[in-house]
T-cell receptor, first 115, second 109 residues
C-alpha cells in the first residue's frame, strides 16, 4: 500500500458527461501528479501540483482541469467526455517539488469507461 | 520517434535467470525512473536515477548520461517478478515526464 488513495475505483459514464476523480496524497507529501494510461498511448503525464500551485503541465487536454486543495487532496475534472478518454487515471504523490528530485508513490488508479 | 525507447517489448525467462531491460532516451533529462506495473494495474516506483548505479535487493539500475541509456537488471528472477517494467524520464527543460512503452516480463517456474 503506497498510502495514496484514489476514488472512485471504477467509473462508467456516457459521452458528453463530466466526471471528477479524487486523489489523497501520502501524509506529508506536497506534490500530486496525474497520469493517464490508455491502451493505445501508454502512460502520459497530465499535470503536477505542488502545495496548491500548478507546477508542471504535460499532455492535458483543455477539456480536463485539476486543482489541489488546502488539505492537499487533488481533483481531476474531465468534461465533454469522448470515447477516447476511456483509460486508467493514476495519481501519484511525492514529498518535494518533484521533477528530478523525488520518488513518486502511485495510487491504485481510477478506471474510466466512456460509453 | 518516441523520446523514450525500451527493449525488448516482451521477455520470457525461466526462474533463476538474469534479466536485462534496456531504455534509451533522446532528450536532456534531470532524472530517469524505473517503474513496475503489476498485472492488477498497480504501479510501484523502483528507482530514480540521475547518475551511476543503484541496487535494491535483486534489482540493479544503471544509467549512462553520455550515452543516454539505462538498464534495469534482475538477478535470480522469480515468477513474482512478472510485470510490465516502464522507463520514464524527467525532461530537463520543461518539467514534463515522458514514458517508454514498457517491457512485459514473464518469468516461468
Amino acid at each position: 500500500d503506497s498510502g495514496v488513495t484514489q476514488t472512485p475505483k471504477h467509473l462508467i459514464t456516457a459521452t458528453g458527461q463530466r466526471v471528477t476523480l479524487r486523489c489523497s496524497p501520502r501524509s506529508g507529501d506536497l506534490s500530486v501528479y496525474w497520469y493517464q494510461q490508455s491502451l493505445d498511448q501508454g502512460l502520459q503525464f497530465l499535470i503536477q501540483y505542488y502545495n496548491g500551485e500548478e507546477r508542471a503541465k504535460g499532455n492535458i487536454l483543455e477539456r480536463f482541469s485539476a486543482q489541489q486543495f488546502p488539505d492537499l487532496h487533488s481533483e481531476l475534472n474531465l468534461s465533454s467526455l469522448e470515447l477516447g478518454d476511456s483509460a486508467l487515471y493514476f495519481c501519484a504523490s511525492s514529498a518535494g517539488q518533484g521533477v528530478g528530485t523525488d520518488t513518486q508513490y502511485f495510487g491504485p488508479g481510477t478506471r474510466l469507461t466512456v460509453l | 520517434k518516441n523520446e523514450v525507447e525500451q527493449s525488448p517489448q516482451n521477455l520470457t525467462a525461466q526462474e533463476g535467470e538474469f534479466i536485462t531491460i534496456n531504455c534509451s532516451y533522446s532528450v536532456g533529462i534531470s532524472a530517469l525512473h524505473w517503474l513496475q506495473q503489476h498485472p492488477g494495474g498497480g504501479i510501484v516506483s523502483l528507482f530514480m536515477l540521475s547518475s551511476g548505479k543503484k541496487k535494491h535487493g535483486r534489482l540493479i539500475a544503471t544509467i549512462n548520461i553520455q550515452e543516454k541509456h539505462s538498464s534495469l537488471h534482475i538477478t535470480a528472477s522469480h515468477p513474482r517478478d512478472s510485470a510490465v517494467y516502464i522507463c520514464a524520464v524527467d525532461q530537463y527543460n520543461n518539467n514534463d515526464m515522458r514514458f517508454g512503452a514498457g517491457t512485459r516480463l514473464t518469468v516461468k517456474p
